[in-house]
């Protein structure tokens, strides 16, 4: 597989809100088939990485419910979106600020804690296993308007799951993505059963 012509086939394939803000790059060194961390809040571009040697073992609609998913989770990244913890991250910065300017150190210390504990719950959310399954919901949406049916979509999204922890060379599937398949199950129709809202929240 050329890097090249499969990044410039697979940016022709994601939404134009994905286009504007995604870079994919080529990490053959990577363990992982397809990687992307949670951006930081300034970033103005997020890097989706691929080893391409690993990419190439999964068939062409695995491979582009695999992108579609792994773009959709990072646009829906947000660190600015005004909640409780965002909040209190802002508040947790100012204080620390005019605590320090004050030389109150006791001060500027609970007000870095406070930062630290509401970032840490910001980040907690945006790997939340309802995150995770909406960008899964997400990527069959595009799909079906790339040409795919609602049910081959999800089918083709669950197989990459699998797929992946395959290649990559795990055992078993993690909490979360078995969460994961029994969603796409659901969607695909080969379930009755989705994910109760109790599971979708942690």
């Known amino acids: 597989m050329n890097p090249d012509s499969e990044i410039y086939r697979l940016v022709d394939l994601l939404p134009a809100s994905g286009r504007m803000f995604t870079k994919i790059k080529s990490k053959p060194e990577q363990p992982a088939v397809i990687m992307a961390q949670l ?16 990419w190439s073992q999964l068939p062409k609609p695995q491979r582009d419910l695999l992108i579609l998913r792994t773009v959709n989770w990072l646009g829906s990244v947000r660190w600015l979106k ?18 320090l300017v004050q030389g109150d150190i006791i001060g500027a210390v609970t007000a870095g804690g ?3 504990l509401a ?7 945006n790997y939340s296993s309802q995150r995770e399954l ?19 979509a999800a ?13 990559e ?10 969460l994961r398949v029994q969603n796409l199950r659901a969607i695909a129709g080969l379930s009755p ?9 942690e």
């Open 193 to 201: 059963v989705g994910v109760p809202q109790t599971l979708r929240k």
């Open 114 to 116: 406070l930062t630290g």
């Open 155 to 167: 089918r083709h999204l669950m197989a990459a799951i699998e797929s992946v922890s395959q290649i």
């Open 169 to 178: 060379g795990r055992i078993q599937l993690d909490f979360t993505e078995l």
């Open 39 to 54: 951006p930081k809040p300034w970033d103005r571009t997020r890097p989706v990485f691929i080893n391409f040697d690993l």
């Open 134 to 152: 909406e960008a899964d919901e997400a990527a069959v949406r595009v799909a079906v308007r790339r040409g795919y049916s609602e049910t081959d």
């Open 82 to 99: 005004p909640d409780l913890y965002q909040g209190l991250v802002a508040a947790g910065i100012v204080g620390t600020v005019f605590e």
């Open 119 to 125: 970032g840490s719950q910001i980040w907690r959310n």
